[in-house]
């Protein structure tokens, strides 16, 4: 079960297994919700606020209604972190949906044709 630790400045980092973490002044832990809402309890909504708006890719806010709905959305953004020292698994790419080419589209080498060549009355070429 991953466990996370917070920093009296705000650095959450994820652990694979509690085993991992060493003890540090300041360094608080936790790996439920419930535990991370008794740690927030003691803590001001502005140090909650100001979790949240250095977490990266999340829209960043001014301020949360209650302190519950602030621990929640916290949890749920910390839970894509990967433990410390663990290499990020690359993602596969994602293959398009449409492999057909799109309209108009030109296979690599054949020039286009310039336009008047299409209505001259010696060639027949089709578009």
Do not use: C
């Not at 419930?34 to 140090?47: G, P, V, Y």
């Not at 790419?93 to 449409?98: L, R």
């Amino acid at each position: 079960m991953k466990t996370f630790t917070i920093d009296s400045d705000n650095n959450i980092t994820a652990f694979a297994s509690a085993e991992e973490i060493r003890e540090a002044p300041g360094l608080q832990r936790f790996d439920s919700v419930d535990q991370f809402l008794t740690l927030a309890e003691h803590w001001s909504t502005n140090r909650l606020v100001e979790i949240w708006n250095s977490l990266a890719g999340v829209k960043p806010v001014k301020g949360f209604t209650d302190r519950k709905t602030a621990v929640n959305r916290i949890w749920k953004a910390i839970q894509r972190l990967g433990p410390v020292g663990s290499a990020a698994e690359p993602k596969a790419a994602a293959k398009p949906k449409n492999r057909r080419q799109p309209r108009g589209a030109r296979a690599a080498g054949i020039p286009r044709l310039p336009e008047y060549w299409r209505y001259s009355s010696d060639l027949k070429v089709s578009a």
